[in-house]
């Protein structure tokens, strides 16, 4: 439903009507467009930056306090909370095939540990995994890969879930749902400080 102030098409509107016609801002000015549905939602790169969000936004309830300060400059700077200071930092690094850090800028000093992935069990629509970090030292979580060929090569197109652990104990993550077939899987240590691990050696899975 599109929010209107004063009479529609004379101020203020903004919203969808009829999922046909989409009223909106920018830089001051009223525009109308038409409604567009985007063609492919949870591609590849859509799901690998939303796994990045979605991550990033759990981890700082946590840390914001010790690391926000590291972030207030280019927050000042750009005009924006330090909190997305921190996610536009890591979302540049995790695009160009860097880790997350925490503190900024990245230290980049810690050892990633390596990441056990079990046999994945396959399931109605879903594949159950089971990961297992080798150390805790500098854990912040692991990534999650997954593609219908074999991975050769780790990145954030390939990326689906990041679990966020700091344990050494195992994790268990369902990927679901899933269209019936054969999937194949790796997983990676993200250290605190902006590395990633070289990940685990491709193993499948078949939901059903």
């Not at 985007?38 to 590849?44: E, R, V």
């Not at 268990?172 to 990676?188: C, Q, S």
């Amino acid at each position: 439903m599109a929010l209107v102030t004063a009479p529609l098409m004379s101020l203020d509107a903004s919203g969808s009507v009829a999922k046909t016609v989409t009223f909106s801002k920018w830089k001051g000015r009223n525009y109308v467009r038409q409604t567009v549905i985007p063609h492919n939602p949870k591609s590849a790169a859509q799901t690998g930056m939303r796994a990045a969000v979605r991550f990033l936004s759990q981890i700082w309830a946590s840390i914001k306090v010790a690391v926000a300060a590291d972030y207030l400059a280019l927050a000042d700077a750009q005009k924006i909370s330090t909190f997305n200071a921190f996610i536009q930092v890591n979302l540049n690094r995790w695009r160009n095939g860097d880790g997350f850090t925490q503190a900024y800028p990245a230290a980049e000093t810690v050892t990633p540990g390596t990441i056990t992935l079990g046999t994945p069990e396959g399931g109605q629509r879903n594949v159950v995994l089971t990961v297992t970090p080798s150390t805790a030292t500098g854990l912040q979580g692991i990534a999650i890969f997954r593609d219908d060929a074999e991975i050769t090569t780790i990145n954030w197109n390939n990326c689906i879930h990041i679990i966020e652990t700091d344990a050494i104990d195992a994790v268990v993550w369902t990927d679901a749902p899933l269209n019936a077939g054969t999937y194949h899987y790796r997983a990676a240590f993200l250290s605190n400080d902006g590395l990633i691990g070289e990940g685990c050696a491709d193993q499948t899975g078949t939901a059903t």
